[in-house]
């Protein structure tokens, strides 16, 4: 576990676990707080003390609701808070806890819920967002009811429970625990986190394992076209190529493209620098000769000289000459000599050590296959399909720490929040109505032949999927859709249609014994034959205690595999680990279960991402609710009569397709309804 879950928090890092800046406002605070945002630095002061010390007291102690009295006694007895703020720690307390900073989760109250006249809300989805804007609001005293067409509360969080095997089967992983609320609720249930370990062995086709070294070496080279890519969209400002907009899946392999013509273009250099040297040696094998033949010429006229008896002085002069020009011609011979030498030398070294003609081998580009497949696997969707400029526009806000999973089933969580709320299951949305007055909700039993069933209410909040929202793919065997009417407001709509939603497969298999390594939660990878298949059975999850495998099946290989039989999956998973550890060695399973997220009528897929002509705006657009009158986003809180509210992880720009973020929605829209129909968490009262 991290160091965060064990060491008390101080006040900057009770805010920093909250996700708020610990020594200035936040954008919402500023808004709901403008008598401190425009007030003394005293009193800016005195509430940033205030906020983070109750938020302090909260994570000390989830267990139990912290009720204001203990909070401002707290503070008191330590006299930590002058007596003229004690108004203002109520408004923050009060604005912390609608806003779902303190008292969420399951904990054991202090005060009985106080229930309100006004609000019957229905939450639209058992999911998470769903559970936890329903068990806000009912704390907060409204009527909740929640309808959910399966027959199972936590929606895309499904956990395979057969005997001692446990296999998560959509939400698997919690991103760090820095800032993420999942730490908080993990302390309240038995939520059994364990660090996923970093190493991540990768084996070929054929079994071969990738030598580390290789391994490294091409992680590097996914890492710069990575960075290369980014350079492209926001360095120099280019998102579209011959008039199509540019996707992230696109940029790499015109990066690989403009990669594989550098390689050429220095073969070619490297093919023209030996070509100067043998240019230059055929010029001084040349000038050898020329010399050889002077020198030769000096030779026989010096011995003719030598030879003729006669002593005059000319004679004698001439010897001198020609014995000079002789020793110049040798001297300048073996310059020559020596320079043919080194040429010859650096020919055969050019020669012996050519650059590669190729920027990525077979096996190289199998490699770096796998990276992409792993990139895929992170926004479950094909690269081709993402946007290049704003695919990762979340990952600033990426929470600290190791990621971990959940030993004992991610399905814990929902099961555990849906206690004591009123849901109804196999009750499928058909028609929501929505209008100045409130809402009336047509359910359709998924579980038995009866008439629909109809609830009027004042709000809905609607968490279904993105996939849902948008129109059937004709490809796909989609479920009833569901109707609004009035039909959403075209800025809606577009909205949904821009965003991307993905898949995600797994293939889980359950053994007598482990013939793998499992000592500790790890993985390992499978490199796949083509570029087409890489996702394919690409990554293998060993993280249960009982001998249980998770195959991933990520990017096109995820929607082919929709469309292919248990039994062929099943094979070609046991064909891949034979290959790795030996067909002797692995066993058939005891039993097993493959995943169909993109087929499945109540969710048509995994989650969000960010597409091409995209951008995590329409998160922001996905968020804002509507009214009947088909107010724009930007104005219908503020002057609109809003009946529909939306949350899930598609609506959270910042925290979009994780459970964290689709948590969060649902205390965002909890806290919104709270301010519109129950009144604002600050009355702006008087803070001194």
Not at 331 to 359: C, F, W
Not at 566 to 585: C, H
Not at 588 to 611: C, N, Q
Not at 648 to 664: D, F, I, Q, S, W
Request: charged content about 25%; overall charge negative.
């Amino acid at each position: 576990m991290d160091d965060l879950e064990t060491e008390a928090l101080g006040l900057e890092g009770a805010a920093f676990q909250s996700r708020l800046p610990p020594n200035e406002l936040s954008p919402e605070e500023k808004s709901l707080f403008p008598d401190v945002d425009k007030g003394s630095p005293d009193i800016l002061k005195h509430f940033l003390f205030i906020r983070n010390r109750i938020l302090q007291l909260w994570l000390d102690n989830p267990k139990v609701e912290l009720i204001y009295e203990i909070a401002v006694q707290s503070m008191a007895e330590s006299k930590e808070i002058k007596a003229d703020y004690i108004q203002l720690s109520l408004r923050i307390h009060k604005y912390l806890e609608i806003h779902g900073f303190i008292n969420f989760g399951i904990f054991k109250r202090i005060h009985p819920i106080r229930r309100v006249k006004k609000g019957k809300v229905v939450v639209i989805g058992a999911g998470i967002a769903g559970l936890a804007a329903a068990r806000q609001l009912t704390s907060f005293g409204m009527e909740v009811i929640v309808v959910e067409a399966r027959d199972r509360v936590g929606g895309r969080i499904s956990t395979y429970r057969k005997g001692k095997f446990v296999a998560d089967l959509g939400a698997m992983v919690v991103t760090g625990l820095g800032g993420n609320p999942i730490t908080v609720i993990s302390k309240q249930i038995n939520m059994e986190l364990h660090k996923i370990r970093q190493d991540c062995p990768l084996y070929e086709t054929g079994g071969k394992r990738v030598p580390k070294e290789k391994d490294v070496l091409i992680e590097q080279e996914f890492n710069k076209l990575l960075e290369a890519t980014a350079h492209l969209s926001h360095e120099m400002n280019i998102d579209s190529f011959r008039g199509e907009q540019l996707s992230l899946g696109k940029a790499f392999e015109l990066v690989i493209q403009l990669q594989e013509k550098k390689v050429k273009e220095q073969l070619l250099g490297h093919w023209k620098q030996i070509a100067s040297l043998h240019q230059q040696l055929k010029a001084v094998l040349s000038e050898m000769l020329e010399l050889e033949d002077k020198a030769e010429k000096h030779r026989e006229a010096y011995d003719k000289l030598m030879a003729d008896d006669n002593k005059d002085d000319d004679e004698v002069k001439d010897k001198e000459t020609l014995l000079l020009k002789w020793n110049t011609a040798c001297k300048e011979y073996d310059e020559l000599a020596e320079r043919r030498s080194q040429l010859e030398s650096e020919i055969t070294a050019m020669e012996h050590n050519q650059p590669s003609d190729v920027y990525l081998s077979s096996k190289d580009r199998q490699l770096l296959d796998w990276h992409l497949a792993n990139l895929e696997f992170a926004n479950a969707a094909p690269l081709a399909k993402l946007s290049l400029k704003h695919w990762n526009q979340d990952d600033a806000y990426e929470f600290s720490g190791s990621h971990l999973v959940v030993r004992n089933g991610y399905s814990i969580l929902p099961t555990a929040y849906a206690d004591g709320l009123d849901i109804r299951v196999n009750a499928a949305v058909r028609k929501i109505t929505y209008g100045e007055e409130g809402c009336r909700v047509v359910i359709q039993s998924t579980h038995v032949n009866t008439p629909p069933t109809i609830i009027d209410c004042d709000i809905v909040v609607c968490t279904l999927p993105l996939g849902v929202l948008r129109p059937p793919d004709p490809e796909l065997d989609h479920g009833p859709t569901v109707v609004f009417e009035p039909p959403l407001p075209s800025w809606k709509t577009e909205a949904i249609e821009r965003l991307g939603f993905g898949n995600l497969n797994k293939v889980v298999l359950c053994f007598d014994r482990p013939f793998w390594e499992s000592a500790a939660p790890n993985l390992f990878g499978h490199i796949g034959a083509t570029t087409n298949s890489r996702g394919e059975l690409f990554l293998f999850w060993a993280i249960y205690r009982a001998p249980v495998l998770i195959a991933l099946v990520a990017g096109e290989s995820a929607n082919v595999m929709e469309h292919v039989g248990d039994g062929v999956v099943v094979s070609r998973a046991l064909a891949v680990l034979k290959a790795i550890f030996g067909t002797s060695t692995v066993p058939e399973p005891l039993s097993y279960t493959v995943t169909r997220w993109g087929s499945d009528p109540w969710s048509h897929g995994s989650y969000s991402y960010v597409a091409t002509g995209s951008s995590g705006e329409d998160y922001d657009v996905m968020a804002a609710p509507v009214d009947c009158r088909g107010t724009h986003y930007d104005e219908v809180t503020k002057s609109g009569n809003p009946r529909v509210f939306f949350a899930g992880e598609h609506t959270m720009r910042n925290y979009p397709a994780t459970v964290h973020g689709a948590l969060l929605s649902g205390f965002r829209e909890a806290a919104r309804i709270s301010e519109l129909f129950l009144g604002a968490a600050d009355q702006s009262e008087s803070s001194t």
